[in-house]
């Protein structure tokens, strides 16, 4: 329909702007054929995730009894992906109710940020873990300093440490409002052209991560290349092949690394860059989608981590095998617990079970710290 506005001029009343250029349209980022998979998706991860790190806790705090640093380590990657995996059915619940939040912005910003925290907690930790295993295959200089690092203190100290910094961090980010909030949405695509501080930490935590990469390259490769020059050298020694295959599972933990995180800290570069910047809404939508996607295998982590545990350390899978085994007989043999004295008995048989497996060092931790005990004339007890 035309008319004739107040200025005389003819206009068409009909006339409506383009979608990509209408300043109020909003921009639709979410992505209806992925919202099944994912709920599916991470419900798998929530189950198995808990499952394992369930079980690496119990193995490590009432079986695993050695005191020193690696299990220190361990038992706070195992506490870190266990709060990872809690925050998990609040994401189920996000795309199950077709990517509606119900729960208001204050539970959106607790939930989002417990994940990232663990996440990089988790990550640190590994790091810790290539260092400690570097440092004391390589050896260090000082009555003091050797004492110090071969103890559990300093792991102790460090994670202390990690976790006050961590919620320092982390207070602020869930306190402060933003203002770029929206009602009935979480997890999504947000400009941060007025919130350019949290974009940047985010970016310093990219910068964090390849660090720990670059630790866990050096290290590991270190170990594996000492560890064949061992078997190499010595082939006669009874321990020669277990050498060569520790070395190689050295990398079973940079394998696992690689796969979950550097996809996603790969693109993260990106996808703060854009969040900093006028972006069309097809860049904002192709940025959401693809980060959904990274963070999904940054999430898997937290179902490895525990096969990694029982992978490498030959003490915590023996120990864990051995516990279940008790376990699943005593329910199919009910004489076991007929009186009130049967408590006391199971739990004097898992303590002389697990002093039984741990007397002798397993794996590649057993394995490494004897290497450099002995370097001259490397020797495992079998």
């Known amino acids: 329909m035309t008319t004739i506005n107040h200025t005389g001029v003819l206009s068409n009343s009909s006339f409506v702007l383009p979608t990509a250029l209408q300043p109020n349209q909003s921009c639709t ?35 695993h009894l050695r005191h020193n640093s690696v299990r220190v380590f361990l038992i706070n990657v195992a506490l870190a992906d266990l709060v990872l995996v809690a925050c998990l059915p609040f994401r189920v619940l996000y795309h199950a109710l077709g990517n509606y939040w119900p729960l208001g912005p204050y539970m959106c910003k607790v939930v989002g ?107 590991y490769g270190r170990i594996a290349l000492r560890l064949l020059r061992a078997s190499r050298d010595k082939p006669d020694l009874p321990n020669a092949m277990r050498y060569s295959r520790t070395a190689k599972k050295s990398f079973v933990v940079l394998f696992l690394f690689t796969i979950c995180f550097v996809p996603y800290h790969s693109f993260r570069g990106f996808y703060v860059q854009s969040q900093l910047s006028e972006t069309s809404c097809k860049t904002r939508h192709l940025m959401d989608q693809t980060n959904e996607v990274m963070l999904l295998f940054s999430a898997l982590n937290s179902c490895l981590d525990p096969v990694m545990y029982f992978m490498l350390s030959g003490s915590v899978r023996k120990a864990a095998v051995r516990a279940m085994a008790r376990v699943l007989r005593a329910q199919t043999n009910p004489t076991v617990i007929v009186n009130s004295s049967t408590t006391e008995l199971r739990r004097t048989s898992l303590s002389q079970a697990s002093t039984t497996v741990l007397a002798t060092p397993r794996g590649s931790i057993g394995l490494i710290t004897n290497l450099h005990s002995t370097p001259s004339n490397p020797k495992v007890r079998p």
Not at 181 to 194: D, I, L, M, P, V
């Open 29 to 63: 980022l979410e992505e209806e054929s992925l919202r099944v998979p994912f709920a599916v998706l991470y419900s798998l991860i929530f189950l198995f995730g808990l499952a394992g790190n369930v079980l690496a806790l119990w193995v490590f705090l009432f079986l």
């Open 113 to 219: 940020n417990l994940f990232y925290m663990n996440m990089y907690v988790s990550i640190t930790l590994l790091g810790f873990i290539s260092v400690d295993r570097y440092v004391k295959i390589q050896g260090v200089r000082g009555a003091c300093c050797h004492r110090w690092l071969k103890g559990s203190s300093w792991s102790v100290v460090a994670c202390g440490f990690l976790w006050m910094a961590s919620l320092v961090a982390v207070v602020p980010m869930i306190a402060l409002i933003e203002g770029n909030e929206e009602q009935g949405k979480c997890f999504q695509y947000k400009a941060r052209t007025g919130a350019r501080g949290k974009a940047y930490f985010n970016l310093l935590l990219v910068g964090a991560f390849w660090l720990v990469f670059v630790l866990l390259v050096v290290s």
